[in-house]
């Protein structure tokens, strides 16, 4: 190359022609050598190809960047434009280029690269190093730096974003794990920015400007994120220092939104600066943290941070040109980085997993031994209820034998007793096969609800009376049976045999203690629902209290329990001439059967 020089373009954009040509040296921002200025710069590299050393073959460029836009002439041939030459500008700055130059427009002496670059005030405009020489070594050149500059931004842009993905599926399914959810918070906001500075068109912004700040904004959300997943994975209760996080990003976010332009290059500064400040901080206090902590997840990450720090400290140091040129490693360690930090969420997640497996199998054999407890204590509670089942049946049978066989051997002593001459064969068999007919009953239909009820009142009673007659009649007792000719409603089957086995009941007791000369016997449907039977005789009656105190009248007990047990109502009342037994009884009235 024999020299470099750069002047700004006509007011069309055209190349200068009277405008004082300057020597500048590449990398150049014109905006130091004309401040404020934006619009187009020509840069003029005269270059010669037989040089001392050179070897013969054909010539290849290789340009690293134009800030913003441009296009590219050889001896006045064109060979290269970006599509967006006017705002919203394309966007060149990242993006390295290689051409093979045709042997049919150079010439065999003195070259002229003409660039044309259309740049804004505020962004740093100007060009990058422009490299000639051999085309295969130009070629090689460009590859390395399109590896360094693009490449391994795409890697970084692909890692982040499917991470980020997978975390925010982990956060949606558990919402309690917040840290998943800031990562994928952090993540989103990284692959928006590293996104912007991969991309040469100018799409979705209306101005080149407008951009620039997005692409801060986002950095200043992905910082804030940043330290909220740190803190949420150290565990860290910071709520004042959170709240004074989110003041400080809304500021940010406020003066990058609404700088006027001409100040925008400090706004922009100031936002790249600050969040630089919030990350770095956030870095250095996270490792105090794990310092403290001792945990080995928090020395890992803590491990990470330092390095970022590392990193983050010479690319700004280089950005701000503080120190020489020379490489950037943030696209290298960024996805280093990143896949560490990744490893371990994954170790965290994995830990969680398996402690929730430990919880499941203790909780399975929680349930497990409820369970063989469970059905220890129902096994015992079984045997009870057998038990009980037994003792209730043994007092039921008590009862039906106390009230059905129990009344009819007080009936046959009570004729024994009372008959003028001694009884003959015939007649003991005939009371042997009573007391028979009684037993059969009593274990045919002692409790059963198959028991088929009467059609009508007297058809129930029919048995009933033709029993206590005949004995009535022998010792000389008058009895009177008062019957419905219907059933209103008719009673259970159950209630049935409790009113069957009450009367057998209270005649026995009649017969046996009330010396008693008339005896009456009444039953009565007042109402569709209740049934009264009533039994009233003239004898010397008893002390009711007292016989309930005592507790030694088996037949008042089973009479009561019987009434009880069929939703019904037993009362008794007694004086000198005049004893009374009521049973009231509830009935429900049957459904009709569909056909």
Known sequence: MLSIAAAQGAADGSRPDASPWLPVTLPDDWAKRWPDYSGTVWYRIDWQRQCPGAQAGPVGLTLESVVMAGEIFINDELIWRDPHLTEPLSRSWNMPRYWRLPEALLHDGVNTLWVRVVGLWQQTPGMGPVHLGG??????????????????????????????????????VRREQTTYGWYALMALFWVLFVANVLATDPWPFASTLMAARANAMALVLYAACF??????????????????????????????????????????SAGVLGSAAIFLGNCLQFSWHAWRTRQPEHGMLAACLLIIFAVSIHDLLLMMKLIGPGPTYTSVSSIVVTLFMSAILGMRHARNVRRIERFNHELADGIAQARTELADTLEREHALAMSNTRLQERLQIAHDLHDGLGGS?????????????????????????????????????????DVKVPATPLEWAAPLRHRFVQLFDELDLASSWQFPPQWVTPPTPLQCLALT???????????????ARRVQLQLLQPAPGELRLRIEDNGAGFDVAAVRQAGVSVGMRSMHARIARVNGMLEVSSAPGQTVLTAVLQIRPVAPQSV
Not at 145 to 163: A, D, E, H, M, Q
Not at 434 to 447: E, H, K, V
Not at 501 to 515: C, I, M, P, Q, Y
Request: glycine share 4%; with cysteine; aromatic share 8%.
């Open 135 to 172: 085309s295969r070594a130009m070629q090689a050149l460009q590859e390395d730096l399109w590896w360094t500059n693009r490449t391994l931004y795409v890697l970084n842009l692909i890692v982040s974003g499917v991470l980020g993905a997978l975390f925010f599926c982990i956060w949606i």
């Open 227 to 268: 330290c909220l997943f740190i803190w949420r994975f150290g565990e860290q209760s910071l709520p004042r220092t959170e709240r004074a996080l989110w003041i400080v990003s809304a500021a940010m976010l406020a003066m990058l939104a609404f700088t006027p332009d001409a100040a925008l290059p400090h706004a922009l």
């Open 409 to 449: 051997l007080v009936r046959m002593m009570a004729m024994v007793e009372q008959a003028k001459a001694p009884l003959q064969g015939q007649q003991f068999l005939s009371m042997l096969k009573l007391l028979r007919d009684d037993l059969r009953q009593t274990i045919d239909s002692g409790s059963s609800a």
């Open 501 to 515: 086995r009450l009367v057998e009941e209270a005649l026995t007791n009649v017969v046996k203690h009330s010396r």
